[in-house]
């Protein structure tokens, strides 16, 4: 049981490059999630999609794009990585919302350095 | 003013005391709420739910809720070493763009044994 796996674990850019970070559940969840993680900021939302086709934006989505590939894949996409970018990229999914709805699942974490 | 609110801490704790985490929330429509835990270096893990006000408990875990308030707590009764960490508030909502989890910035837990 895989559940949310992530790719790569590890990273490092030269500021300018670009690079594209894989995600994919095999839970059948209909929202999955891009979050950040600075130290001591906690996790920040970058992009998130609620549904197969649909993708949205969250508090920290400028500097990345995301494409919802199907229900199974959420790839988040780097253009021109800035040092500022540096951090811990999660990956998760869940079921849609309401009730327990909302219960996150989450990969093993991308480990980017940005030089 | 942000969406989900902790205090940062750190909270330092003596062994087998009670620890007090608690969180505040802006949207009054969110639905369910969730508190994770993370060691260092590690991914989130669940801890908890809750989606109904008042108390729910589980093991040495208690959450509370008081959506009156905007407010969700978690106490853990009997504190131990192994249970410091970095504990994450998180809040599921329905907006624009369909439900979505904001998480708080985390707490930092100490367990002094």
């Known amino acids: 049981n895989a559940g949310v796996t992530q790719t790569p674990k590890f990273q490092v850019l030269k500021t300018g490059q670009s690079m594209t970070l894989q995600c994919a559940q095999d839970?059948?969840?209909?929202?999955m999630y891009w979050y950040r993680q600075d130290p001591g900021m906690g996790l920040r939302l970058i992009y998130y999609?609620?549904?197969?086709?649909?993708?949205d934006k969250g508090e920290v989505p400028n500097g990345y794009n995301v494409s919802r590939l199907n229900k199974r894949e959420f790839s988040l996409r780097l253009e021109s990585a800035a040092p500022s970018q540096t951090s811990v990229y999660f990956c998760?999914?869940?079921?849609?919302?309401?009730?327990?709805?909302?219960?996150?699942?989450f990969g093993q974490g991308t480990r980017l350095t940005v030089v | 003013q942000k969406e989900v609110e902790q205090n940062s801490g750190p909270l330092s704790v003596p062994e087998g005391a009670i620890a007090s985490l608690n969180c505040t929330y802006s949207d009054r429509g969110s639905q369910s709420f969730f508190w994770y835990r993370q060691y260092s270096g590690k991914s989130p893990e669940l801890i908890m739910f809750i989606y109904s006000n008042g108390d729910k408990e589980d093991g040495r875990f208690t959450a509370q809720l008081n959506k009156a308030s905007q407010y969700v707590s978690l106490l853990i009764r009997d504190s131990q070493p192994s249970d410091s960490a970095t504990y994450l508030c998180?809040?599921?909502?329905?907006?624009?763009?369909?439900?979505?989890?904001?998480f708080g910035a985390g707490t930092r837990l100490f367990v002094k044994a």
């Open positions: 998760a999914s869940s079921e849609a919302g309401g009730g327990t709805g909302g219960l996150a699942f």
């Open positions: 998180a809040v599921n909502s329905l907006n624009t763009g369909g439900f979505k989890t904001i």
């Open positions: 999609s609620a549904s197969e086709g649909t993708t």
């Open positions: 839970m059948n969840h209909n929202s």
